[in-house]
């Protein structure tokens, strides 16, 4: 029990001194391993112990790093959520063979983006009356700022473009980060033989139907409503949309295997993706979705896949 609690208070301070790192330009990369730690201890440890480390770090941050805003924010980013992965990772209920049914990836996904979506509202809806302007103005305030120029630059344009969906897709972003750091804190763990559950096959990755019923609500409150409502709905869209980024992943992944250079096509397919995320990004959404709907991997013969 002391060795636990001593390793969860070291992985809070781990965890806040890597999300320090956000204010070193150097640094910044690693700021994004800031949930690792916390997500190590939590996944290997179990829930309570994720929750001492979170605890540590957000007294940290308050004491040393800033106030109670630091914390709020490390909270919001890192903390909060890093535990919600690890309660949501550690669900488990009996099987009807008598074996133990843990919660799939994809229920795990679904809940980080709802909660990422309501975040995003929330610290958009902050902004409001008049949100979209108001930010597009503050934007440009800083974008002038920096360019000693107020409006006819090629950054300022580009700001303004990001507008209408910046927190959308700070949010989805801010999914993907968390997710990846669950799958390297998974991996890490099971290559020790110190994971409490098994490392789920992501190449079987499959939706609860109740998120589409979500994605297809935001959709249409988006599409016809207008003003903060309206732009909320439209950030909310983008963050629900990213279990479905992954998702599409999956198909990505199945469809090549069965190509005789698999893994040619795979570096060629990784390369687009980062270097044209803003387009490739939503296609591979958009197969998600598909897939979701109407089986992409069954229908072109993928191996038996596991219904959620």
Not at 151 to 177: C, E, H, K, N, Q
Not at 184 to 210: E, F, K
Request: aromatic share 8%.
């Amino acid at each position: 029990m002391a060795k636990t609690v001593l390793l969860a208070v070291a992985s809070g301070v781990a965890s806040a001194l890597l999300a320090g790192l956000h204010g070193v330009p150097s640094g910044i990369f690693l700021a994004f391993l800031a949930p690792l730690p916390l997500l190590i201890v939590g996944l290997g440890s179990g829930p309570g112990a994720a929750a001492v480390a979170v605890g540590c770090g957000l007294v940290l941050f308050a004491v040393f790093g800033g106030g109670l805003f630091a914390a709020g924010l490390y909270g919001g980013t890192h903390a909060i959520p890093s535990w919600l992965l690890v309660h949501q990772s550690l669900l488990r209920r009996p099987a009807p063979d008598g074996s133990v049914e843990w919660s799939s990836a994809g229920s795990v996904v679904s809940v980080l983006a709802v909660f990422g979506a309501i975040v995003i509202c929330g610290y958009a809806s902050i902004w409001s009356p008049g949100i979209e302007g108001n930010v597009r103005e503050a934007l440009g305030g800083m974008v002038g700022a920096m360019t000693q120029a107020q409006v006819d630059t090629p950054l300022a344009r580009i700001a303004d473009i990001l507008v209408p969906l910046l927190f959308g897709s700070a949010g989805a972003m801010w999914v993907m980060v968390l997710t990846v750091n669950g799958v390297i804190a998974q991996g890490l763990l099971a290559r020790g033989g110190n994971n409490v559950r098994p490392t789920p096959r992501w190449s079987r990755l499959t939706l609860p139907n109740w998120l589409s019923w979500l994605l297809i609500g935001t959709a249409a409150l988006a599409l016809v409503t207008g003003g903060d409502l309206g732009y909320l709905a439209r950030n909310a869209f983008v963050v629900l949309a990213t279990p479905y980024f992954f998702l599409g992943l999956a198909v990505v992944h199945d469809l090549c295997r069965r190509l005789s250079i698999p893994g040619i096509v795979l570096v060629v397919f990784y390369v687009l993706l980062i270097w044209l995320l803003a387009v490739v990004g939503p296609m591979v959404a958009g197969i998600g979705v598909l897939e979701h709907w109407v089986g992409i991997r069954r229908r072109f013969g993928a191996p038996d896949q596991e219904s959620e």
